[in-house]
């Protein structure tokens, strides 16, 4: 797997490339991708990282693994390619928008946009076998997020957290919550969406804050 990701991010985490588990996680990566169906295409793995440079991050958002299915995954968490059926995870966080700010939900659930304007899309594993959900996890890549997550947290300020479900919380142990905003809810998925998402407006708390500090808000 050649590691060809933004050049920010390439010098911040040069150390992290050279690490002996990451160059496990880089065999069992590309023996994957040769062997099975594997999801985001091979491009697309640091896209979150390609359409977000280190120093535009304002938002850090947090997934678990990629969608599984064809043709959804595009590196991005919770977003899909354009032209897909969006899913009722993203479904749900529309609706959010649209009660939180008065926004009609989208046709697309391509979003790059909010990418582009400092929103870090990250999953905790950045690819998965095909209809096969969590079977890149405990294989290196949690251990790769964390340090991506705790490198935020240590040399920027001021940045938002949105972190839905118990698994994205766990990874937000490592931020130095002083420094930075840290919002959680339950997860976004019809399972859990009734226990706390629907109404927690982290949409108009992360624009508060970073208006706040002096940055611009996120269009949602």
Known sequence: ?????????????????????????????RHEYSTQIVYPKGHDIFAAFDNCPFDKVKAVMLGQDPYHGVG?????????NSGVKIPPSLQNIFK??????????PSDGNLLRWAEQGVLMLNATLTVRASSPGSHSGKGWEEFTDAVVRLLSEQKNNLVFLLWGAYAQKKGE?????????????HPSPFSVHKGFFGCKHFSKTNDYLVSKGLEPIIW
């Open 1 to 29: 797997m050649k590691i060809n990701i933004e050049e920010s991010w390439k010098a911040a985490l040069t150390d992290e490339f050279s690490k002996p588990y990451f160059q496990n996680l880089t065999t069992f990566v």
């Open 72 to 80: 959804q995954a595009h590196g991005l968490c919770f977003s899909v």
């Open 96 to 105: 959010e928008i649209q009660n939180d700010l008065g926004i009609a939900p």
């Open 174 to 186: 490592i931020i130095n919550q002083t420094n930075h905003k840290v919002l959680q809810a339950a």
